[in-house]
Structures are given as structure tokens and as C-alpha cells.
């Protein structure tokens, strides 16, 4: 054959791949509001910037008549390309391919895009659309499935992983996502669970909808297993490019840098929070009156929504925010809260992203269901991810900081490196009301008006203790400061630690309570 010949033969079978599962098959795809795996490769990556890799491996399966099955690329596109200029690798499950299901060859392109992933630092992004293991490949894909697990637990704090639901994620397949950063959703696409909607019916006899069990907004919502929610795909793939914006490729290198801008007049940080520490407040407001250019990334927004994690930058460098939300159950600490800051913290920590937390906190929520819940185990996890985080640590307590929300925010005590303090600040063991019923009660209750012994037993303690200078002069906060100062503290500490160097006790790892 000449040269020609063969250019003609590969560019014929590159078409027959690029087909994936046939004509059929992607008609229906688009009729349930899905991109193809290429679509939206195109469309997450730079224009022209994707080289795909292994497009000609096959299954070699032979039960239950594979043999005379074909199946283009084995149902999973993989290759690399960039996003925002920067190298990112990618995996992306071909549903038109028999549903996406992973069988051992599929399972081996993926495997082979995380290897090259890590070798050559750079983030993996992996964009699921499957049926779960290939059901005629047997224990192959559950061989597949572990190989994929090992090597998120590998990758996890080298390089950055994002998984994007883009159809059913079912079964144990779910626990790559849960294994990665970041999870992307879209409204009326995703869908995760490990057992659907028949196995439900037939061991519980309960009838249940796979919206309902695992769409997008009960895992933005409810579960917490979604960090990001997405309208359609357009959106996702949108909202995946800005994030990469804000996260290094790897451990070992910072993010992007942008132009330092001025936060935005809208903006008047002492406007925001009011004079009556009983009335509540958007603290993403007062995120966007200290961040360059009012720009926040919010991070899991429906989700324990009182307490909100995200990025944004300081002089055109990320930094992660932690903050009490007083709009949301007085900016409490709860289960759920816990865990999600305490995983923000790790991979803040991780990346090398300084940490900026803002506190207005009653402490954690008292009530048998949070007990039951194991407040105890997972408010530990605040605890012990500030405790072990070397990064830049930088606290502004703006009102309440009260008992172990205190020393959970990212106290003195847990090695903060600056803790600033509004004059606002209230730094006590609790709350005034509950403190003063506490320790004055025998003086309440045999007074002649108790009602009124106590309305002054409550404002003597909130003279003495419910303001920042008893914290201030034991130097468990380094300054009192007006609002209006916060952006030029918050800069001039991030400047003093950005050569910031401590050693921890070495050990093998810590057992953070999981
Ligand atoms: C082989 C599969 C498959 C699978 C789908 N297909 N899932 N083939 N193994 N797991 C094939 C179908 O046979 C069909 O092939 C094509 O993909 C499209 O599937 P449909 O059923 O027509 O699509 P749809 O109606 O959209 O339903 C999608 C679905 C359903 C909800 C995902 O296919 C489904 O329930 N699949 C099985 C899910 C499951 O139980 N997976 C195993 C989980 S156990 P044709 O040739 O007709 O086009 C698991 C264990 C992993 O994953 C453990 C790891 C630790």
C-alpha cells in the first residue's frame, strides 16, 4: 500500500472511533440532553488543544458473545490537552459505547491517563457517564475499578483531581469521585448512587425515583458528595475552567497569578455586619469587601450552608476562605459543616493555599440528633486539619467566637499565624445569656424580681467578658482592628508568611478522625 494508502486506512479508522457506539446510539444520548464524550472534551479543553491517546485499544473479552462485540475505544476517550494554557489530563466515559461500562481494557486507558497524569504533575480531570462494571467482564471489572481507587489514593495531594457526572455513576464506580477533590454536577444529568432504584424496590419494597436518589441536587444539597452544581453542561465545563484558575497544577507549584485589583466599592465592609450582634449577615459579602476585585469562588453552596468555603485572591494570589455564615443557623458548627471545612482545610494545606478564616460563631449545635449524629467525631475533624495545617494561617474574628468554635476557627491555639479581631468581637466561653444563667443562678433565683437580676447579671458578664480585649491582653489575638483595616492586615500577614517554615513531629501519618 503507499503512503497515501495507509494515511486514508488511519484516518478511516480514527472515523470509525470517532463514531463511538454508532448513529443510534448518540441520537439517543442528545435525546437525553447529553453531550457526546468528545463534545465535551471540546468544549472543557482550549480550542484544538486535545491530543487523544489509545483510541485503537479493544476489549478482548470472549463470555457471553463479546467476542463479537465491537466496541470503539472501549467506551472511555482519554488524552491531554490544556485548559487556560495550563496541561491538564483527561478521561471521559463514552455512554453511546455499551453504556460506558468498564471493562477491563477501558479500565486500563484510565489507569494509564492517572499514571501519566501523576508522572508529569499536571491535574486529572475524569468526566463519568457509565453503566458501572462491564457485567459480561466479571471480576475484571472489579479488578479495573480497584486499579482506578488505588491510584486516586495515590494522586490524592500531588495533583489536583476533578470528577464531572455527566450521566449514571452506579455502584462502587462512585468511589472514584468520592476520592477526588472536586465533584461536578448538572441539574437533570447526573446521577449517583451505589444501589439504584430496582435493587431498592426489591430488598426494601420502597419505591424511588433516580432523581430522587441520587440527582444532582440531593448530592449539592443533602449528601455533600457534590461540590459544584451545574444548570446544563455548557455551564460545568464553565465553571471546571474557572476553578482551575484558582488551584495549582500540583504541590509543588502555586496557581496563577493575576493582576492585583481593589475590591469593589459595592462593597463597604462596615456597612455589612451590624451593630446588634443578634442580626444576621451575608459573610460572603464580607469575603467580597476584602478580595481582589470582589471575586469568590464559593465551594459546595448549597450545602451546610453555614459555613462557606471557597477561593479568591489576595494581591492576584489564591487563598482558600473559611467562614462562620450568620445568615444560615447563626453561623453554627455541625456535622456536616465539619466535614466540609475540615476537607477544605487538607487540600488547602495540601496545595499550598493560604487559609483565611472569618469568625462569627455561637459554637457547635447542641440537640440529641447531632449527638447521635457524632458531632463529636466529625467537629474533631475541624480541630485536627487547622492543627496540621503549615500553611499561612490568618483569622479575623468579627463577633462571636464562642467555647469550642473559638478554638475550632482556627484559634491561636491551633497555631493561626495572625488572629485579628473586629472591636465588635466577642471572645468568651459562651454565650452571654448562658453564662450568666450558669454562674449567677443561685443569685437569680433568690432575688425579689429575678427577671430583672438576671437581664443584669447578663450585661455585667457581656462588659467584662463579650469583647476582644480580655483575649487581647493574654496575646491570644496579635490586634484589635477596625473593619476598614481587614484587606491591609489580611495582605500585610500574607506578606510576613510567604516564606513561612515550620517542622512537624515526623511520622508515618496522623489517624485524623475519619
Ligand atoms: C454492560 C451495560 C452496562 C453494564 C449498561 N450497559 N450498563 N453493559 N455492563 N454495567 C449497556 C446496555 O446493555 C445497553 O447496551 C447500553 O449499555 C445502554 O444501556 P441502557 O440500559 O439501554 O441505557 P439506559 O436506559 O439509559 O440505562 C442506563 C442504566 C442501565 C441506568 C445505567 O443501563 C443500568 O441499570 N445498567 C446497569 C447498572 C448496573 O447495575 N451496573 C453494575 C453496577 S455494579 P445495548 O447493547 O443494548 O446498547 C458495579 C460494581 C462496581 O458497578 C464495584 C466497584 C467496586
Known amino acids: ?251 509543588t507549584v502555586k496557581a496563577m497569578t493575576l493582576e492585583p485589583a481593589e475590591p469593589k466599592n459595592e462593597y463597604d465592609i462596615e456597612k455589612i455586619v451590624s451593630d446588634d450582634p443578634s442580626l444576621p449577615y451575608d459573610v460572603r459579602d464580607v469575603i467580597r469587601a476584602v478580595a481582589d476585585n470582589s471575586d469568590f469562588l464559593e465551594i459546595q453552596e448549597l450545602y451546610a450552608r453555614n459555613l462557606v468555603i471557597g477561593f479568591g485572591r489576595m494581591r492576584g494570589q489564591t487563598v482558600g476562605f473559611v467562614a462562620n455564615q450568620p445568615n444560615e443557623m447563626a453561623g453554627v458548627l455541625d456535622v456536616d459543616s465539619s466535614d466540609k471545612a475540615a476537607r477544605f482545610i487538607r487540600f488547602c494545606d495540601a496545595f499550598n493555599i493560604p487559609i483565611i478564616t472569618l469568625v462569627d460563631v455561637p459554637g457547635y449545635l447542641p440537640g440529641i440528633d447531632q449527638e447521635h449524629a457524632g458531632v463529636i467525631r466529625h467537629g474533631a475533624k475541624i480541630l485536627y486539619s487547622y492543627s496540621e495545617a503549615t500553611v499561612p494561617k490568618i483569622t479575623v474574628i468579627i463577633r462571636k467566637a464562642y467555647g469550642g468554635g473559638y478554638i475550632a476557627m482556627a484559634s491561636r491555639h491551633l497555631r493561626a499565624d495572625f488572629v485579628f479581631a473586629w472591636p465588635t468581637a466577642e471572645i468568651a466561653v459562651m454565650g452571654p445569656e448562658g453564662a450568666a444563667n450558669i454562674i449567677f443562678r443561685k443569685e437569680i433565683s433568690s432575688s425579689e424580681n429575678p427577671e430583672e437580676t438576671r437581664k443584669q447579671m447578663v450585661n455585667d458578664y457581656k462588659k467584662k467578658f463579650a469583647n476582644p480585649y480580655v483575649a487581647a491582653a493574654k496575646g491570644y489575638i496579635d490586634a484589635v482592628i477596625e473593619p476598614n483595616e481587614t484587606r491591609s492586615m489580611i495582605l500585610h500577614a500574607l506578606e510576613i508568611t510567604a516564606n513561612k517554615h515550620i517542622s512537624m513531629p515526623s511520622k508515618k501519618h496522623g489517624i485524623p478522625p475519619f
Open 1 to 251: 500500500m503507499t503512503l497515501e494508502g495507509k494515511i486514508n486506512e488511519l484516518n478511516e479508522r480514527r472515523q470509525k472511533v470517532m463514531m463511538g457506539g454508532g448513529d443510534k446510539a448518540i441520537e439517543k444520548q442528545k435525546a437525553m440532553g447529553k453531550m457526546t464524550a468528545r463534545e465535551r472534551i471540546d468544549l472543557l479543553l482550549d480550542a484544538n488543544s486535545f491530543h487523544e491517546y489509545d483510541m485503537f485499544v479493544e476489549h478482548d473479552a470472549r463470555d457471553f458473545e463479546m467476542d463479537k462485540k465491537k466496541l470503539p475505544g472501549d467506551g472511555v476517550v482519554t488524552g491531554a490537552g490544556t485548559v487556560n494554557g495550563a496541561p491538564v489530563a483527561v478521561f471521559a466515559q463514552d455512554f453511546t459505547v455499551a453504556g460506558g461500562s468498564l471493562g477491563i481494557m477501558h479500565a486500563k486507558k484510565i489507569t494509564k491517563i492517572m499514571d501519566y497524569a501523576l508522572k508529569m504533575r499536571i491535574p486529572l480531570i475524569g468526566i463519568n457517564d457509565s453503566g458501572g462494571a462491564r457485567i459480561q467482564e466479571g471480576v475484571n471489572s472489579l479488578y479495573g475499578y480497584g486499579e482506578i481507587f488505588f491510584r486516586n489514593t495515590l494522586a490524592s495531594g500531588i495533583i489536583p483531581q476533578i470528577s464531572v457526572i455527566l450521566g449514571p455513576c452506579a455502584g462502587g464506580a462512585v468511589y472514584s469521585p468520592a476520592l477526588t477533590d472536586f465533584v461536578f454536577v448538572v441539574d437533570g444529568v447526573s446521577k449517583m448512587f451505589i444501589t439504584g432504584p430496582e435493587v431498592i424496590k426489591t430488598v426494601l419494597g420502597e419505591e424511588i425515583t433516580m432523581e430522587d436518589l441520587g440527582g444532582a441536587r440531593i448530592h449539592s444539597e443533602v449528601s455533600g458528595n457534590a461540590h459544584f452544581f451545574a444548570k446544563n453542561e455548557e455551564e460545568c465545563f464553565a465553571m471546571i475552567r474557572r476553578l482551575l484558575t484558582f488551584i495549582p497544577w500540583n504541590n
